[in-house]
């Protein structure tokens, strides 16, 4: 499974950044996807996580709950990540992350990530 981001880049605090990340794989094939962040010299941390299939419940990390959405397109097996009111402690690297299960084997897959500051 390829994951392949798009969409980082330098904005201000306060202003918006869309993320995508396009699956190699249909999400048919897919249990979970969603994004991961890594700031410089911290630990990575999920950011937001939802099945892949059916539901579209969606987990996020408290810091970032009513400001980012994260959205899947099953047709183009893409997921987005709509982040809004950015803020300088969102600056990480963000990694998009799935997770499928083959024969009771859990496996996950990351993208190369993408970089996001948020500064003035």
């Known amino acids: 499974v390829q994951l392949v981001e798009s969409g980082g880049g330098l904005v201000q605090p306060g202003g918006s950044l869309r993320l995508s990340c396009a699956a190699s794989?249909?999400?048919?094939?897919?249990?979970?996807i969603g994004w991961y962040r890594q700031a410089p010299g911290k630990q990575r941390e999920l950011v937001a996580m939802?099945?892949?299939?059916?539901?579209?419940?969606?987990t996020y990390v408290d810091s970032v709950k009513g400001r980012f959405a994260a959205t899947r397109d099953d047709a183009k097996n893409t997921i987005y990540l709509q982040m809004n009111s950015l803020k300088p402690e969102d600056t990480a690297t963000y990694y998009c992350?799935?997770?499928?299960?083959?024969?009771?084997?859990?496996?996950?897959?990351w993208g190369q990530g993408t970089e996001v500051t948020v500064s003035s």
């Open positions: 794989i249909s999400f048919l094939n897919i249990n979970f």
């Open positions: 992350h799935a997770r499928r299960n083959l024969d009771s084997n859990w496996y996950d897959y």
């Open positions: 939802l099945a892949a299939r059916g539901t579209s419940d969606t």
